[in-house]
């Protein structure tokens, strides 16, 4: 259990990167007719992005409980990526991509130390 934290955060920084490769680079046709689909079946542009961030943690949670044999991990991975996503983007509106990376792990990793300690 010593680097556990460690490694759930390496392959959560990766699941993100993996997803957005996959849906804006292998899917953008279908991601975009879905995007439209989502549009038309909320009453707002904000329940499309809720929509977004959770159907990228349900994401997270497959590949996180794949990789390590544990639903546990994955929900747990999933629920503070998700939190992270939503809190900065509604209170940090100016952040580039490295203060995102470096967000996410920091507080992922302060998380599952928490959770599974040093």
Do not use: Q
Not at 35 to 42: D, L, Q, R, S, T
């Amino acid at each position: 259990m010593g680097l556990l934290w460690l490694y759930i955060a390496i392959i959560l920084a990766l699941s993100d990167v993996l997803h957005g490769k996959l849906m804006w680079n292998v899917f953008n046709d279908f991601y975009v007719l879905f995007a439209g689909f989502v549009n038309e079946m909320v009453s707002s542009p904000v329940h499309g992005w809720v929509v977004h961030e959770v159907l990228e943690a349900i994401f997270n949670v497959v590949v996180l409980s794949i990789i390590f044999l544990s639903l546990e991990i994955g929900i747990l991975g999933g629920l503070v990526h998700l939190c992270i996503d939503v809190t900065h983007t509604l209170f940090m509106k100016n952040k580039n991509p490295i203060v995102h990376r470096a967000l996410h792990f920091v507080i992922e990793s302060i998380f599952f130390i928490l959770i599974y300690g040093l």
